[in-house]
């Protein structure tokens, strides 16, 4: 099973993309996960970036995205809200070849942020445009990392998570 990591944060060494990487490491045997490193080479959305003029990085999310068989989201969350870079991302994923993308693909949402909220309101704006292109959203476990600059995350609990959303990504297994 191929698995697609995004992160939100545009930061090179983000919280979101070592949490994406701890992901990584219990995402189970039998699962490939990539964790998609260019996200600072997506340009703002615009619509005449379309067609040919595509840029070669929004053409590798394309590919990453839709050979995933399903999709880790980790956001940030600036100013209790959804960060533009997570949003871009999905702009640019809605409009590919294959504009659907993300429909009926099973999706997980987690997000890590040195304040104490850990990306709770982000998550919720995440799911609620995921849900708009179609995602099948996984409704639980919820992954919340607060305070990351001061402590690391559980093992465990990430463990627990990708075991969560590999079982449920395989309904019936």
Known sequence: MKML???GSLRKNSHNGRL???LKEHAGQGVDMDVFD???DIPVFNEDLEGDATPASVRALWRAAESADGVVFATPEYN???PGSTKNLLDWISRGPQVAQLSGKPVAVV???VGMWGTRIAQQQLRTVLLTLGARVMPTPSLF???VAEQDADPV???AFMAAFMAWTRPGT
């Open 5 to 7: 990591g995004l992160s």
């Open 20 to 22: 994406l990487r701890q």
């Open 38 to 40: 260019a996200v600072a």
């Open 80 to 82: 209790q809200a959804l």
């Open 111 to 113: 997000g890590a942020t």
């Open 145 to 147: 990392l607060a305070k």
């Open 157 to 159: 609990a990430l463990a």
